[in-house]
Nanobody
Framework: QVQLVESGGGLVQPGGSLRLACAAS????????MGWYRQAPGKERELVAR???????NYADSVKGRFTISRDNAKNTVYLQMNNLKPEDTAVYCC??????????????WGQGTPVTVSS
């Protein structure tokens, strides 16, 4: 089993910053990619940012230039630095991790989600 623990969400004013963290633990052999998704009320879940084990990143167009994803491979932790936050960034942010628990056996795990509210 692989567990993900997220932290860092909260209430922030427009233009402010937050940093989310997601730590993976359990019977992990390797991690291929880690990412952040979000779901706002009444909307579908969407990819925010994703980073591979090699450091390749991709971002939603709506967050490019404002959000930065990074990872600490030694700690199996992914971070999302969110700057210049806007009210439309309000959502529950969930971490996803893909990898293997033993060679040849893959997993895809989700965190419980951390709420981010951008409001004055």
């Amino acid at each position: 089993q692989v567990q993900l623990v997220e932290s860092g969400g909260g209430l922030v004013q427009p233009g402010g910053s937050l940093r989310l963290a997601c730590a993976a633990s359990g019977s992990i052999f390797s991690i291929n990619a880690m990412g952040w998704y979000r779901q706002a009320p009444g909307k579908e879940r969407e990819l925010v940012a994703r980073i591979t084990s090699g450091g390749r990143t991709n971002y939603a167009d709506s967050v490019k230039g404002r959000f930065t994803i990074s990872r600490d491979n030694a700690k199996n932790t992914v971070y999302l630095q969110m700057n210049n936050l806007k009210p439309e960034d309000t959502a529950v942010y969930c971490c996803n991790t893909e990898g293997t628990v033993i060679p040849g056996t893959t997993f895809s795990s989700w965190g419980q989600g951390t709420p981010v509210t951008v409001s004055s």
